[in-house]
């Protein structure tokens, strides 16, 4: 019997998903394990793989297209085989618009307020032609859009006349191209093609060709300018640090690590074939200062304060198209060989964009680690629901004061982000220095 | 013949009314008794127990299907009406077995008897010539293998149009309650009750005046349920009418129609005897119509011998010109109204025995066996054969094809159009000089003197077409639009009618269907209510439920009231509920020049017009030419040319467009007008192309405007013109609510200009 396959529920928040990219076509043959197709959800793009085996029968969600969870993306099944019936797939309300939608209506319904007939009330009263209200602006009219099609502008930006409620007419963008000096403006036949395609308007491209006319390079440089949606992925980065940026008071502290004890180390043990990252020191390191300063393990939105009986240390990963923070859980109780391996599995995934959202959550303080990248420093955006982040630097050698002489050592400069409703500046500064105390004995962080 | 002048003398002298008495049961005879004095013939008797056989094998054969007991077609599910004729059987072949070919008959919902005895019956007069004609593919065979293979064709095309199939009758267009032959004279079972008693009072008008159709009889088979239908009641006065044969009358002959009563006690569950009727016998109702009690008659209805007998005394009747005549035939119904009907819920088994006790077929089979016409073996043989029969054609009617889905809507209007009048109608018999139509300097006629000159060419050009209605002959009509026009084509064409709406439509449909152009007048519009059933489930579907096999070329004039003070009943403008009817074509004229280039084209045209005229325009004139000249249906005219909108607008609203387009004009607004002269057929091109150069359309009529066909012209405008369009379409109508005698109620109820030009503002 043929099998709908649904679109999982991938985390707990989504309600609509996007597949990004089918890996099978129709009439396919798939076995268990099989990855079907990538979906976008909000916090990173997944694979999902088939539970069934079987001949992909019919693929129902194409990709692109956003679509609620748990509807069926294909149906698989044996070679013409029946197809079953499948739920015609709701465009996703969201929720702003339906807000939107209604308010008039109601506003509407108010103003109305129908004057109490008591006599002769009409038993069928035909409804009155509901043109939008007059605050609304009306659409352009049908005729005005179709009429518009064979040029470059935005009908947005005509002030219309028509009707009561000023829609645009045809006669509008007739009166618009005239005023607007968009008839005068002279563009190539190729030029204008890719224009369309575009959907660029003339008026805004600036033209470099003889006699001022708009040649392909002018299009192709306004194309290039046009701005262009985000990926869910940088919409949701967008979102998240705006909201940090603007509701959490940062405050930073920066202190110097001498690392030069764990470099050694680290080449010791690289001889014997063990190959810790300097990342999974800092993190083990942070794990147990964390345990010391639990106002840095804790959540505040201002009014209250959660503390957070587990660390979980996230691990910020840049990928090619945004940044993901997979989570180390319970970071204090491992060991670092543990952590290593943990890191380096999760760091994989997320660079191949196979990290499960549950591998995301939970996160209670964040590393932000561009060590590799040659910086001196920087400071780093607190993770929204954590009340600090660690920028840390790269380790560069460095000459410094040691026992009265200069000596070149290992330094290494980390910054720590912190919000300042839930921790002080003192809090702050013994957070860092208990880290850099660690990272210098590496006793300490062997035991 | 002349005109007809009131002088009543009032004299109230003590008298009593007498009624004649109407004779019972009289028929006594045995079949010995009328074979030997050569009433009838063994060839004769043999046809009539075949004719009753080849009924109730068929209404048998639907009984089994229900049960699957059928064995040559067990697996075919029959799906459609089972009204059961069964124990009915001696009313349709004692009437169908002495008619002609060319006699007439229309049935019933219970129809199938009568349709199978007509067909049988005509079948069995018919020479090896007709039989030919009616069947070419048998054109090899000859004698009774040919007779015979006509005969099943008959049964054959019967049960494919009860099975649906495109080889039946009606091409499964009507089924088995619409069930008519055109060829053998049957006009048409009728699923409305009553509905077809006008008609075949209408058929027998044609065959009253036609002279080439003179002599033949029309049979109306009608139930008991029937006949306390108002049509039926309007028909039976209709047929009794004094001016047929007073001397007033032009042919002086009584209609030739035989009103038969078949009476099988129940009108679907209700009882003619003792509940919903008062009195014992239906017969009586005749005494309420004619003097002489139209010749009525209660005759046992389950006695083959006594129903040829009435029909064969009532046939001589109608030869001498007084018809016409009512025969109550007695007779049972066997089974429920149909097979879904638990009859044990209003009558008795017993009620049923007696009953089956007289069955028509035992007790002929009976009569035959005692008369010594066949013997045993022999009646087998006949019943063998009936039964074999019947089954090959019930096997081909199954394997039969069904009709096309691409031809759902298939034959709704016929192309055909009067192009030609046949020889023989182009001889016009006029009693008078032909009234003349004035013109004033300009030539201008006023609309109801075109109106007039249209219907009068029409009538100096084709013998077929006459005008009847209320008051039309010497009164001239009520807005004296056939004035004179007696004296010219004398009382045969130009005819006064009872106050009968729904008889005067639907005669007019009877007319039609034996080759009429009747013209019929409603006074206001608002009566056209009234005879709905016969405009609508009538005129406008027979042409599609018999598979093309008719044609209802009539017109039905009705003039719209409204504007003048005359409230609620007299005002409306009907015109969008004809429009919604499939089948009907609507006109409906703004200007003199219309009035008679669409009334000319409506007379011809072939299919049911309903011809709106708008009493208010009857004095407005234009110019009108005086030669001859159509204006085709579904051609819109564009009465003003504009650029900025388009006004769709038709009948006494277009003059009032006319000056809100003035209006308009002042502030720079141009509008162009578009008549459509006819809602259906619509000109819908003309229309779209309008308002795919103005972008802007309001449809305007004097129709209330919930549900109008403004309605239809904004949604139709809607999907075609849709990126055309630079503003919504509006329609203006009258208020929605009833037409106030106020003046300054009406004039707020219907459309004023300033709704049109207010309209027009919303949209620039």
New interface residues.
Partial sequence: MATKIPIPKLGQSEETVKIEKWRVKEGDTIKKGDILFEVETDKAVLEVESQFEGTLLKIVVPAGKEVPVMCTAAVIGNPGEALPAIDEIKAPATKTEASKAAAPTAAKTASAAPKVETQNAPAYKAPEPVFSTPAAKAKPSPRARNFAKDYLIDLNKITGTGGENGRVTEKDVRNYLESSGYLSKKITPAAFNVAQKEKLELLSIEASGENGRITLADVKAAAFEKPKELSTIRKVIAKRLTTSKQQIPHFYVTVSVDMSSIMEMRKRLKEEGINYSVNVFIIKAVAMALKEFPSLNSETDGNTIKNKSKINVGVAVSLDNGLVVPVVRNTDKKALDEIQDEVAELAEKARKGKLLPEEMKGGSFTISNMGMLGVENFVAIINPGESGILAVSSTIPTPVVKDGQIVIRDMMKITLSADHRAVDGSEGAKFVNSVKIKLEDKNFLLT | MGNYYSDLVPDFKAQEIKFESIKAYHYNKSLKDELKAKKINKEEVQELYESMLVIREFEEMILKLRTGAYEIIKEYEYRGPTHLSIGQEATATGACSVMNITDLITSTHRGHGDSMAKGYHAIRRMTEKELKERCPEFADKKGDELLEAVLEDHVYRTIAELFGKEEGYGKGRGGGMHIADFRVGHLGANAIVGGGVPIATGAAMTCRLDHDKKGRVVCCFAGDGAYANGVVLESLNWASQDQFTSSMAETNFGLPIIYCIVNNHFGMTGRADGEVTGIDFLARRAAGFKNNNMHAEVVCGMDVMAVRDAILRAKKIIAEGKGPVLLELDTYRYYGHSLSDPRNEYRTKEEEERWKHIDPLITFRQAILDSGAFSEKEVAAIEKKVADRNARAARRAVDSPDPDPVDVIKYMYTDSFCNEVPEKYKKVHLVGKVPEVKRDSEGRVNYRDAIKEGIMEEMLRDNRVVLYGEDVSDYGGAFKLSKNMLEAFGRDRVFNTPISEACICGTAVGMAMTGYRPIAELMYMDFALMASDQISNQAAKWHYMTGASTKVPIVVRCSVGGGKGYGGQHSQSLESMFAHIPGTYVAYPSNPYDAKGLIKTAIRDDNPVVFVEGQLLYNVKGVVPKEEYLIPFGQANIIREGKDITFVVWGPAVADAMKAADELEKDGISVEIIDPRTLVPFDWETVFASVRKT?RCVAISQCV??GSFTGEIVSQITAAC???????V?KVGAK??IAPQAYTLEAAFLPSVKDMTDAAK???
């Avoid at chain 2, 849709?722 to 919504?728: E, K, T």
Wanted: proline share 6%; charged share 25%; glycine share 12%.
């Fill in positions: 972008g405007d919930i849709f990126d055309q369009l630079d503003a919504p509006l929605n609510g919303k949209l620039i």
